[in-house]
Antibody, heavy 122, light 108 residues
């Protein structure tokens, strides 16, 4: 079964850091670009970051650029999101998501995890 | 940044056709994906590249994209189609990567 499972969410104070992890299984993880997408309660999704299959290209939404870092470990089938200098507006469910096609960037997310809730509050 | 507009809600009777629009400047020149999200669940990819269906998406769901409007059409609507629907726009030439605000589909 193709599956993504996020972990590492929680309550954190503004200005602090948090690291999310995403464990992938059931597909050749090393062949696909991966993304982080977040969704605040009652709002639409917001794309956060992308990393290509070989980690050769990463990119970020302007709202997180300079504060968040995406990375992956293909040997461990794992995706990460290091979030620094967190703000209250970063409060959201964070989903890892698989890009649709092998070796390509489509921004079509065909597999999503169940999400990890991050709450930034004092 | 690129702005995408969806109607907040659409209502339709069972068995009828629902049309959900996604508006944006020259959206017809961009790639549009559509997602369905039910309460408490992650979004599910319904349509990609304007009109292609992933395996598992019923043929009742179709998409089109032209001019300033992309459209998701749901034929023979069922009670189980009640959900939030989001369009997502991607333009590789200028890195537009944005979701619409979502449309809540109510089956009467």
């Amino acid at each position: 079964e193709v599956q993504l499972v996020e972990s590492g969410g929680g309550l954190v104070q503004p200005g602090r850091s948090l690291r999310l992890s995403c464990a992938a299984s059931g597909f050749n993880f090393y062949n696909y670009a991966m993304h982080w997408v977040r969704q605040s309660p009652g709002k639409g999704p917001e794309w956060v970051s992308i990393i290509t299959w070989d980690s050769g290209t990463v990119d970020y939404a302007d709202s997180v650029k300079g504060r968040f870092t995406i990375s992956r470990d293909n040997a461990k089938n794992a995706l990460y999101l290091q979030m620094n200098r967190l703000r209250p507006e970063d409060t959201a469910f964070y989903y890892c998501a698989k890009d649709l096609r092998v070796g390509a960037i489509t921004y079509a997310f065909d597999i999503w995890g169940q999400g990890a809730m991050v709450t930034v509050s004092s | 940044s690129y702005v995408v507009t969806q109607p907040p809600s659409v209502s339709v009777a069972p068995g009828k056709t629902a049309t959900i629009t996604c508006g944006g400047n020259n959206i017809g020149r961009k790639s549009v994906h559509w997602y369905q999200q039910k309460p408490g669940q992650a979004p599910v990819l319904l349509i990609y590249y304007d009109s292609d269906r992933p395996a598992g998406t019923p043929e009742r769901f179709s998409g089109s994209n032209s001019g300033d409007t992309a459209t998701l059409t749901i034929s023979r609507v069922e009670a189980g189609d009640e959900a939030d629907y989001y369009c997502q726009v991607w333009d590789s030439s200028n890195s537009h990567r944005v979701f619409g605000g979502g449309t809540k589909l109510t089956v009467l």
